[in-house]
């Protein structure tokens, strides 16, 4: 049974504390992604990975660290350098970006999402 | 700067009767669009998709529609049903720009019986 797991669903920490969210996909995914939402905001963009031990800075990186050691495993973690860390953590991946079909079409590889996080610090 | 505009927050449609959803987009250099759908404490789920090659794609209840030139898309879903009550995000991707996802605000859709 394929698919994208987070865990915990919901998560408690105290301000101070580094946190990290799990994120695993057994779909075979070369690109992994975490977003972060926000009450009336849409899905803002962390961090990405688009193949192992290599990531890259998203539009909200500050307060946030990763790695990718496994192609499996994209694990998230809140510093306590972030100001504003409540929220819900999404985790996604997909097949690398664009692929090119026999008729010279690009398209682009959806990205399949996990249950996501809710992470309340004190 | 909100690349992807979705101005309407909420959007109540009646059982059956069609639900456009509107999204607008400043980055000329987007060229594939998509569409997703998400319930409460989940995670958002694919739904459709367009390529700016195309103006319209269609997918059952589902239809995209894509004017390049306004710089507009929309999600119109016909006949409308309970279960699509949820929010539905655009996003866009650029070719050109790492491939990445920009996500619109999200409009609440819902289906009034």
């Known amino acids: 049974d394929g698919g994208i797991t987070q865990s915990p669903k919901y998560l408690f920490r105290k301000e101070g504390q580094n946190v990290t969210l799990s994120c695993e996909q057994n779909l075979n995914h070369d690109a992994m992604y975490w977003y972060r939402q926000d009450p009336g905001q849409g899905l803002r963009l962390i961090y990405y990975s688009q193949i192992v031990n290599d990531f890259q800075k998203g539009d909200i990186a500050e307060g946030y660290s990763v790695s990718r050691e496994k192609k499996e495993s994209f694990p998230l973690t809140v510093t306590s350098a972030q100001k504003n860390p409540t929220a819900f953590y999404l985790c996604?991946?997909?097949?690398?970006?664009?692929?090119?079909?026999?008729?010279?079409?690009?398209?682009?590889?959806?990205?399949?999402f996990g249950p996501g996080t809710r992470l309340t610090v004190l | 700067d909100q690349q992807v505009k979705q101005n309407s927050p909420s959007l109540s449609v009646q059982e059956g009767r069609i639900s456009i959803l509107n999204c607008d987009y400043t980055n000329s250099m987007f060229d594939y669009f998509l569409w997703y759908k998400k319930y409460p404490a989940e995670g958002p789920t694919f739904l459709i998709s367009i390529s700016s090659i195309k103006d319209k794609n269609e997918d059952g209840r589902f239809t995209v529609f894509l004017n390049k030139s306004a710089k507009h898309l929309s999600l119109h879903i016909v006949p409308s049903q309970p279960g699509d009550s949820a929010v539905y995000f655009c996003?866009?991707?650029?070719?050109?720009?790492?491939?990445?996802?920009?996500f619109g605000q999200g409009t609440r859709l819902t289906i009034n019986p």
């Open positions: 996003a866009a991707s650029a070719i050109q720009g790492a491939q990445k996802l920009v």
């Open positions: 996604a991946s997909s097949s690398r970006g664009y692929s090119l079909n026999v008729r010279g079409i690009f398209s682009y590889n959806e990205q399949f």
